[in-house]
T-cell receptor, first 113, second 114 residues
């Protein structure tokens, strides 16, 4: 099924601290996951991806963790900076099914100075 | 490269009017995607093209919506007649291949149907 966002959850983090944003995905058959960042007035921007045969992937200041048992995805941002303020959402894809992409509803990350 | 270009950036129209949204993909990209974003439903894929040919339009909500790609550098999404529930931000994205991680999104068109 698809997630529906009635209220956008907000995470407030002190500048310099680490941020952890969570996402529950819906389809156990999904085999590919992406985290996107969307700044105000802009389109989504790819951050990092992970395939279902992995449980962790690291990028520059970001780490994605995948727990297939509970269908949970998380994005960790190290040393959060003001420029990290945005809405973050995950997306799941099942490549065997015409690659239909389903986006989560998103979490707003707010940085306190 | 200027990235994906969309026009208009904002559109306000009355119910029943025809709305046309435009997109210029990044030069050389073979795939073009149209998305709709609302607070209630989040980001939804409407349709995508490969080499100007529509491949999957299963996300198009109803017959009032149509999309065309007459050439590699231009695509339109048309709503006729428009309804208030069509109010949303419409994004166009393009990519060199089908992989989702290589999609580049435009700035979006914010549509308000009164």
């Amino acid at each position: 099924g698809e997630s529906v966002g009635l209220h956008l959850p907000t995470l407030s983090v002190q500048e310099g601290d680490n941020s952890i944003i969570n996402c529950a995905y819906s389809n156990s058959a999904s085999d590919y996951f992406i985290w996107y960042k969307q700044e105000s007035g802009k389109g989504p921007q790819f951050i990092i991806d992970i395939r279902s045969n992995m449980d962790k992937r690291q990028g520059q200041r970001v780490t994605v963790l995948l727990n297939k048992t509970v269908k949970h995805l998380s994005l960790q941002i190290a040393a959060t900076q003001p420029g990290d303020s945005a809405v973050y959402f995950c997306a799941e894809i099942r490549h065997s099914s015409a690659s239909k992409i389903i986006f989560g509803s998103g979490t707003r990350l707010s940085i306190r100075p | 490269d200027a990235g994906v270009i969309q026009s208009p950036r904002h559109e306000v129209t009355e119910m029943g009017q025809e709305v046309t949204l435009r997109c210029k993909p990044i030069s050389g990209h073979d795939y073009l995607f149209w998305y709709r974003q609302t607070m209630m439903r989040g980001l939804e894929l409407l349709i995508y093209f490969n080499n100007n040919v529509p491949i999957d339009d299963s996300g198009m909500p109803e017959d009032r919506f149509s999309a065309k790609m007459p050439n590699a550098s231009f695509s339109t999404l048309k709503i006729q007649p428009s309804e208030p529930r069509d109010s949303a931000v419409y994004f166009c994205a393009s990519s060199l291949d089908r992989r989702e991680e290589t999609q580049y999104f435009g700035p979006g068109t914010r549509l308000l149907v009164l």
